[in-house]
């Protein structure tokens, strides 16, 4: 079975950086998409961005310009740098994967098709 577990999250000030990454174990597929998810408490669940094995990447409008996704493929570590954070980019922070190729991008808003997800690191920022 396919594992992933974020680390990184932490408290910084408004206009700051954070870096986190993501371990998969068990993703010995050689085609697999994989994504960064947030949410704030009880609200609706909210995509990041999604890269797929290949490299190709996608964004949010939310934060597209200030976050950037990349991938390890050989080591399999998913990273998810951000910058210029804000007050609303404070939340719980998911890494998750799924196998196959072609679909991650179209699943950036539902999360349809990824089946392992880690636990979440918070990000929590301040003015």
């Known amino acids: 079975a396919v594992e992933v577990m974020e680390s990184g999250g932490g408290s910084v000030q408004a206009g700051g950086s954070l870096r986190l990454t993501c371990v998969a174990s068990?993703?010995?597929?050689?085609?697999?998409?994989m994504g960064w998810f947030r949410r704030v408490g009880r609200q609706e669940r909210e995509g990041l961005a999604t890269i797929e094995s290949d490299g190709s990447a996608v964004y949010a409008d939310s934060v597209k310009g200030r976050f950037t996704i990349s991938l390890d493929d050989t080591r399999k570590i998913l990273y998810l740098q951000m910058q210029n954070l804000k007050l609303e980019d404070t939340a719980m922070y998911y890494c998750?994967?799924?196998?196959?190729?072609?679909?991650?991008?179209?699943?950036?808003?539902?999360?349809?098709?990824?089946?392992?997800w880690g636990r979440g690191t918070q990000v929590s920022v301040s003015s």
């Open positions: 068990g993703l010995t597929y050689p085609r697999y998409g």
């Open positions: 998750a994967a799924g196998l196959g190729a072609g679909w991650a991008h179209a699943a950036l808003q539902s999360g349809i098709g990824f089946t392992s």
